[in-house]
C-alpha cells in the first residue's frame, strides 16, 4: 500500500513537472515571438525613415561660429545632422570658395543657412551644386551678380553701421593692403545685438571677427538663389542692413519670407524663430 502510494505521488509529480515544463517553453517562445515582431516593425520603421539633410551654418562678419549656439542645440534636439563653419571674412571669392569645398565634403541633401555677410558667401558657393536643396537667409544679402554687399547696405536708408566702425589697417597674405573692420566696442550692443542683454554682447564685442573692407565691396559671382529655393527671415530692427533692403533682395529672390523683431543679432536674440525657419526649409528637402 505504501508502495502504491508512493508510484502514485511520483507519477503525479512527473505529470505536474511536465506540465510546468509545457507551460515555460510556451511562455518563452511567446516572449521570443514578441521580442522579434517588436524588433522587426521597429526595424522596419527606421528603415522607412528618410534621413534628415544636414544644416550647414555661415556666420556673417562681426561675428563666429559660436553666435549660432542655441540655434545649434535646437537644430541637434531634432536629430538634424549640423555642421557651423568657421567663414574666414578675408574676401567674398576666397571666403565662397572655402565654403564651396566644406560643401563638397557633405553627402547627401543640404540645407545651407547664412546670416549677414554669410549670405553673400553661400549665394557664391552653393552655385553649381546638386547637393544644396534650400538656402535659408537671416538677416542677410541675397546679391546679384555684381552687387557687393556694401551696395546693398547702402541702397535703401537706415543703417548706422557706417559710423560705427573701426578700421585697422593689414595686409593680405599676398601683401597687398587692406583694412580689416570692427564694430567698436562702446557702439556693439546698441549698433549689432540691441535686443541681447548687455553681458552677453559685452563679450560677442571683444570675440567679435573682423571682415576686410575688399570682402565687403567685392561683387558676388552668379547667385545660386535663382535656381535653389529659398528662405528669408527679415530682421525689423536691424541697424546694419535695412529691412527695406532684406525685403528688397526677398522679393527679388522669390523667396518665402517672414519677420521677426529682431536685431542684426538674429541667431542670438530669436534662435527659436530662426530655427523654425530653418526646419521649415528642410522638411521641403525630398
Do not use: C
Amino acid at each position: 500500500m505504501n508502495r502504491t502510494t508512493r508510484t502514485g505521488r511520483t507519477t503525479r509529480t512527473g505529470r505536474t513537472r511536465t506540465a510546468l515544463t509545457a507551460l515555460a517553453t510556451a511562455s518563452v517562445f511567446a516572449g521570443l515571438l514578441v521580442t522579434t515582431t517588436g524588433s522587426a516593425a521597429a526595424d522596419k520603421g527606421a528603415a522607412t525613415e528618410a534621413p534628415k539633410p544636414t544644416v550647414v551654418l555661415v556666420h556673417g562678419a562681426f561675428a563666429d561660429a559660436t553666435s549660432w549656439n542655441d540655434v545649434i542645440r535646437r537644430l541637434r534636439h531634432d536629430h538634424y545632422p549640423v555642421v557651423a563653419v568657421a567663414n574666414p571674412l578675408r574676401s567674398l571669392s576666397g571666403d565662397s570658395a572655402y565654403l564651396r569645398d566644406v560643401l563638397a565634403g557633405i553627402d547627401g541633401p543640404i540645407v545651407l543657412a547664412g546670416h549677414s555677410y554669410g549670405g553673400s558667401v553661400m549665394s557664391n558657393a552653393a552655385t553649381g551644386n546638386a547637393n544644396v536643396k534650400a538656402l535659408v537667409y537671416l538677416a542677410a544679402f541675397l546679391p546679384e551678380k555684381g552687387e557687393s554687399a556694401a551696395d546693398l547696405a547702402a541702397k535703401f536708408p537706415g543703417s548706422t553701421l557706417g559710423d560705427a566702425l573701426r578700421p585697422v589697417p593689414t595686409t593680405n597674405a599676398d601683401g597687398s593692403p587692406v583694412n580689416d573692420l570692427y564694430i567698436r566696442d562702446e557702439a556693439f550692443h546698441h549698433q549689432f545685438a540691441a535686443d541681447v542683454p548687455r553681458a552677453k554682447t559685452d563679450l560677442m564685442a571683444v570675440t567679435q571677427r573682423p571682415i576686410t573692407d575688399a570682402a565687403l565691396a567685392e561683387g558676388a559671382a552668379e547667385p545660386a538663389w535663382k535656381t535653389i529655393p529659398s528662405w528669408v527671415l527679415v530682421a525689423t530692427q536691424d541697424r546694419n542692413i535695412p529691412a527695406a533692403t532684406q525685403e528688397f533682395m526677398a522679393e527679388r529672390a522669390h523667396a518665402h519670407t517672414s519677420k521677426v523683431r529682431a536685431s542684426h543679432a538674429v541667431s542670438v536674440s530669436k534662435p527659436g524663430k530662426v530655427t523654425e525657419v530653418i526646419e521649415d526649409a528642410a522638411h521641403s528637402v525630398r
